[in-house]
């Protein structure tokens, strides 16, 4: 019988001998150092070694009484305790204490120290399957130092098998008790406690989308981010170009976390918890160099393991060194993969009361119950909304109760996060207040359904939930796009077989993400003194803080293009009128007021004006990163409200001199045609553009001379009036001998089959909708093209 064995000796298929957690260690440590992994170097003890434990003195036959009782006379908590104590007393092996010992001695004297600090994990024969996770239902012991400390440390890692959590969940999934064999890895401590760790995720949490790597980052041990103690950095990055050979590093999105808290080394082989200092909470964990490097790894990892992957990375702040020390199969998403798409929408309104990270796609309702510790599971009712300020595996058996869940702390990686999405549980995470505003016994609304950011609502806000049958919907020649603004929304309808984005508004991007006018950057000179207070808040007190418009512009841009690469994402460039200008943090100094905004100053003539040329650029500068530096080439670029040819010729040079020239490196560049000088001169604008996109909105109203905002005249105003229409025809066939083709983006297809049916038979090449439209006009267009 072999009681211990060296990662070395391992791989993935020794999951009866050494447990999920240790055989991935195994695997990792012999078939992925081509890829250029690092993982820290121990061995485990095997199930048969349990076994052996579990024989000494009667042990076996005093656990298999205690679990018995279970259901019977004895409740959980008390059948646990009694479990975890007959183990605790019954002292390991003398045969096994030996071997331990001797394999630390040798793992010592390949670090060439005497006592060697070492992470003791628990390793469960049913854990980390692709079909199961277990993930932090044992313990585990960080920072441990001398064979007595090991010996200790083991001896606990077997009673955690037994945890009240542990029993209840393989309870639940019909998983024999006694069946199930622990083993301990014993692995050399990665000096993250002066660096930082995380965890990595190779596809989005929340949507299941698979083309991306997800990584949490915190300074200290890992634990506090796993724990949810901390709110993490986030980065996400783009998987296929991670991997395409170019030195580029495809970061989607970066952001910087509160990161309060970090768990460092304590005395006597203990960790313990410290405050960060401004500087850590300011500054980003990882680079874009660590980041590739972490994200090439889990690409290598998920392509070695055929599935997406759960992963720990940990970085020694003496070495600077990175490493794994951890995977496992993901197992909320890649389980739910199938046809039907659920969507979520509220339907009514209601006060907002605190905000967070979204957990899910779901609505919950129910009243609030608050809670400070998981042992008050018995004045918690069934279908309560929990909010506390963190949870830990302890809090499971609560929480499979709660109708939603609400906390104070976490990021995405965290316990709350990660058993709320295998529970198929509503949670807004990281709230930083939910236990002070949040009344006990208040009904509220807990939303995940509104993209990336979880709201909690006052009172029950009606909402809807609809399913889509992606298998049953049909192919057509009319390309069928959808309009996307938030790119808190890109990932969501990943699924949707759609042809592309007909329409990003980057305006939506200025006004949500970034917040402040971006002449306010450049000349900050012309703010009010308060103004400019509130600009240095938002930017940072970056040196540059041109580089804050161009870094949020284009981190809410990325998500989008590469959402549906390599089809088309078509980014229309700013459409703000002078009043919405003004209204930006900062703006009112640069923006006139005008009597009609609607015709005013807005679009293409603002980009070559002196008054806008400078925030122009800056627009351009995060196209061009987005594009160039991050590898998304499936960017096209559309102006809005080009009045005349000339006007094109102007807006093309200054993309031009900012670096974005039409035709290099495959760019493309559409008007929108929503002018009549775009009908009546459409092969001027032709020979200038690569393609129309109708805005229909804005060619209905000028078209009939209609203000399409006033109440007075909305009888008139119709997308379907004969002089629309024709313009329409006009514009489809002129374009179309011209070579170029035209979409239309406006919201009337969603609403109005006629009107499908009418562009499709005009031929028009595409019509970009609302996702939530996307079946029934992709079903019309279909119909329309057979002719019913």
Not at 116 to 129: G, I, K, M, Q
């Amino acid at each position: 019988m072999r009681r211990i064995i060296p990662f070395t000796e391992l791989g993935r298929a020794d999951v009866p001998l050494v447990g999920g957690k240790n055989a991935s260690l195994g695997e990792l440590t012999n078939r992925l150092t081509t890829a250029g992994v690092r993982v820290p170097g121990g061995f485990a003890t095997t199930a048969d070694a349990f076994r052996e434990f579990l024989d000494t003195a009667g042990l076996r036959q005093r656990v298999e009484e205690q679990l018995g009782r279970l259901g019977k006379d004895g409740a959980l908590p008390e059948v646990g305790a009694a479990v975890r104590a007959a183990l605790l007393a019954t002292p390991l092996p003398p045969q096994l204490e030996a071997e331990l010992a001797d394999a630390y001695r040798q793992l010592a004297q390949s670090t060439g120290r005497a006592d060697p600090d070492v992470a003791v994990r628990s390793s469960a024969t049913a854990e980390d399957l692709p079909e199961a996770s277990f993930a932090g239902q044992q313990e585990t012991f960080l920072n441990v130092r001398g064979v007595p400390a090991l010996l200790d440390a083991c001896r606990r890692c077997c009673a955690s098998l037994f945890t009240d959590r542990a029993i209840d969940y393989r309870q639940r999934l019909g998983f024999d008790q006694l069946a199930v064999a622990l083993s301990v890895g014993v692995q050399l401590m990665v000096r993250s406690d002066l660096g930082s760790a995380g965890v990595a995720f190779t596809l989005d949490t929340e949507t299941g989308y698979p083309d991306v790597v997800l990584v949490s980052a915190a300074w200290g041990l890992g634990e506090t981010v796993v724990g949810g103690q901390v709110d993490p950095d986030e980065y996400l990055l783009y998987k296929p170009l991670l991997d395409d050979g170019a030195e580029r590093t495809p970061l989607l999105r970066a952001t910087v976390g509160a990161k309060r808290r970090k768990a460092v080394y304590g005395e006597q082989g203990s960790t313990r918890t410290v405050d960060t200092t401004a500087e850590e909470r300011a500054a980003r964990v990882l680079d874009d160099s660590d980041l590739a490097t972490l994200g090439r790894w889990a690409v290598a990892v998920e392509r070695h393991y055929g599935c997406p992957m759960d992963l720990e990375w940990a970085k020694d702040g003496r070495t600077g060194e990175l490493f794994l020390v951890q995977a496992r199969p993901e197992t909320v998403q890649s389980r739910r993969a199938g046809s039907v798409l659920r969507h979520y929408r509220l339907t009514g309104t209601g006060e907002r009361l605190v905000d967070g990270l979204a957990v899910g796609q779901a609505i919950g309702h129910g009243p609030v119950c608050a809670l400070s510790a998981p042992g008050e599971i018995a004045r918690f009712p069934q279908g309560a909304v929990l909010v506390t300020t963190i949870t830990d595996p302890d809090w499971e058996p609560l929480m499979k109760r709660a109708s939603a869940i609400v906390t104070d702390h976490g990021g995405r990686t965290s316990h709350a996060a990660i058993v709320s999405r295998e529970l198929g549980v509503p949670a807004v995470i990281g709230t930083g207040r939910a236990t002070r505003v949040l009344e006990n016994g208040q009904e509220v609304t807990v939303s995940c359904a509104e993209g990336e950011q979880g709201h909690v609502y006052a009172g029950r806000v009606d909402w809807e939930e609809t399913q889509t049958d992606l298998g049953t919907l049909p192919k057509t020649r009319t390309r069928v796009m959808l309009n996307l603004a938030d790119p808190a929304a890109a990932f969501r309808w990943w699924q949707l077989p759609a042809d592309g984005v007909g329409l990003a508004r980057t305006e939506f991007v200025v006004a949500h993400q970034v917040r402040v006018h971006p002449m306010a950057l450049i000349h900050p000179e012309r703010l009010s003194p308060e103004d400019r207070r509130a600009v240095d808040a938002l930017t940072d007190g970056r040196s540059d803080p041109t580089e804050y418009f161009v870094d949020r512009l284009a981190q809410g841009i990325a998500p989008l293009v590469a959402s549906r690469r390599p089809d088309p994402v078509i980014v229309r460039t700013s459409d703000f009128k002078t009043n919405e200008y003004a209204r930006l943090l900062g703006g009112r100094p640069f923006e006139p007021v005008e009597a009609n905004p609607m015709i005013g100053w807005r679009g293409a003539s603002r980009y070559y004006d002196d008054r806008y040329r400078e925030g122009f650029a800056l627009e351009c500068r995060a196209l061009r990163r987005v594009r160039d530096e991050i590898g998304l080439t499936n960017l096209v670029v559309m102006i809005p409200f080009c009045r005349t040819p000339e006007e094109a010729d102007r807006v093309l040079a200054e993309m031009a001199a900012n670096g974005l020239e039409r035709g290099r490196n495959g760019l493309k560049v559409y008007v929108m045609a929503e002018i009549p000088s775009n009908i009546v001169l459409v092969e001027e604008f032709a020979e200038r553009f690569d393609g129309f996109s109708i805005g229909s909105n804005d060619l209905t109203q000028l078209t009939l001379g209609v203000d399409r905002d006033s109440d007075l005249l909305s009888h008139l105003f119709d997308e379907t009036d004969p002089a629309v229409t024709r313009s329409i025809e006009h514009l489809v066939t002129a374009a179309h001998a011209a070579g170029r083709p035209v979409g239309l983006c406006g919201q009337r297809p969603s609403n109005d089959p006629q009107f499908t049916r009418f562009l499709v038979h005009c031929g028009i090449d595409s019509v970009s909708v609302a996702p939530d439209s996307f079946a029934a006009v992709k079903q019309c267009v279909a119909d329309a093209e057979g002719g019913r």
